[in-house]
């Protein structure tokens, strides 16, 4: 079953700030592309998942997000499903998508993911983020981090909803810890920052198209000590989408371009020791399984940095090098384009933005556009084999969702 | 594929009023209840689909609310899915559990469903309720209400928010284009309540065990017009659960009464106009077709009667009887325990109740134990075929998500 899935076309929007459009509209524009890009019609799609983390609580539209999204394109009648796992929402839709076609229940799946952050009230998005950790535990995790800040490392007031979000305090949290063992510092997590803004200033979907220096990234905002505002994923609106269909279905219906499909993994996280590998290793190692192959062997992976720090952890998490080592495999160029694993060349979520549902669509919109060879001047040379790692919310120290999905041209 | 999955093992609490519990108390002992029905533990569950509506509008917990209500239940580390279609979201949950076991992905799959509607501030339940349609279109919606009034039947303020959901004004729209093409009454209504409270009477788990008169129903607070009170479903909390496996599965794990999922099918609405098939329709013909059978050949099913006529019209829609004949078919007592189609023996969701997002499985509760035969005082005498259709939202005149699944002893 592992390879009979094959993308077939693909589409977002530009993510940034849409005050004038909702998450309708979004969507209809992304699902429009990628049908497009797919050569197929709305009548040829089978069965939709959509992906939203957060309009509940933006728009206050709950229960039926899909089917008010999808309502002008011509796909209701179909089994439609909302799904979400926070910033992991996306490619959870994505996953279910596949597991759609890969069961021989359906020829031609759609996922898509859509979110609109932007508000007039700007502290609704930040409360709303706040809402991807298990609340009836937040207590203790506070606890825990004020434990683990270090004396000459204030980290602010701890309060969150006003103009950052509380989840950043979580990322700072880890990444104090992260500092640690590894030996990474704040300059380290600048030049990630540096990297993925050179990267998303090739990419005309990108939210920030400007590059920037390590000086800049180290002296803008504090958000939670060691991270400045440049080091967290902005706030923003989009929408991704993607058809997936059956190997037999791409001839059937003249699909030009597909992506194999060789690896779609999702797993929860735990209530972890710090001993224990987290969700995304684990989700990298079974990935790998499926599809046969071994780190060695990407050319080109989407990581899910939210926060810069966690662009490093995640190298380690998925094998591109052994545990402490993720500033030492910054520091040598392999991960930034030219490299031998480039990573985010779209920008990721740091440049290209992080409209939270769209994201992990959006991340296999930049692999599929990879291995079919057309990213323009981002382009990874020879890229073959793409991955990408999504990840959502909290639990404990780990990954409340975290999606590993492995792409072949 | 269509009969290689079985129900394992089927638990839920009682519903009702929970002030002192959450979602998490209320989803573990769903879960462990079918755990142990199953004879099977934690462990041996590989993937889990959590439903749920409106809890991000009641306690604020959005983006990952399986992981958070499952976090001590031991079943963290498998993919866990969050999954919303408004009333249809257990349902929505069960069939994407099926589809994980029937594609070969998953030997046991968990679906689970759990709301809390309960809160100090009572308006906040109507108020999230009322998010089950597409609000972007609530305008038209509201206009297109307002022109079916008939003059005799004023229908209040066309308020919610305060002490009832605007969601009943829509059906009692529906309801009365429903009196016009079938000529049924308020009396016809009202015995469809005298009905299922006097099957709940025989549950013990349903919320209300009353049973009650024609003239109580009748005489209750009026809500919209011709809809009363005890014509409406009930506020309520709770819980319910279902693990699926594959029939290999089931004799490997010693499961001891599989009952055996013949169709499990999900559609969404669309926009139709009043002679085009509703989702119900549509999704119940697929189902028969799926299952190899027709309507004389179900012995037992659970309705969603949010509002009393909808169970007549579902009466129609799934082929009991023609289109108009609802109120004439139950007359004839044909859907009452000792009739030959026996619809809600559970109280269905007017006296069992209905917890949102639990709906849909607690529905599947009943059928199977109803096909093992272990009902109790409400026993379907020699029941060996069941059905049940859980609809979730509007679209138009249309159901958003409707979902029909069949069982076999």
New interface residues.
Partial sequence: ?ADNVVVAGVGMTRFGKYLER?V?SLAEEAVGDALKDAGLEAKDVQTAYFAN??S??I???????G??AL?NTGL???????????CA?AA?AF??AW??V????YDVALAVGAEKLFHEDKTRAFR?IG???????LQELKKRMAETQSKDAPTGDQKSGENRSFFMDIYASMTREYMKQSGATADDFADVAVKNHDHGALNPRAQYRNRCTREEVLASREISPPLTLMMCSPIGDGAAAAILCSNKAATRLGVRKPIVVQASV??????RKQDEPGAAE?AAKRAYEVAGIGPEDVNVIEVHDAAAPAELMVYEDIGLCKRGEGPALLRTGKTKLGGKHVVNPSGGLLAKGHPIGATGIAQIVEICEQLRGTAGERQVSGARVGMTENG??F?GRDA??MSVHIFGA
Avoid: C
Avoid at 59 to 65: C, K, L, P, S, V
Avoid at 102 to 105: D, Y
């Fill in positions: 079953m909702g309708r983390a957060v509940g609580l728009t206050g539209q709950e229960m039926i997000r089917q008010a309502r209701l009648g179909i089994p439609i499903f909302n799904v979400e796992n926070a929402s959870s996953h279910l597991m759609a890969a069961s021989g229940q709303a809402t991807a950790v298990d609340l009836e535990s999702l797993v929860s996280g735990r209530d684990r959502g919310g639990l409340a969702a």
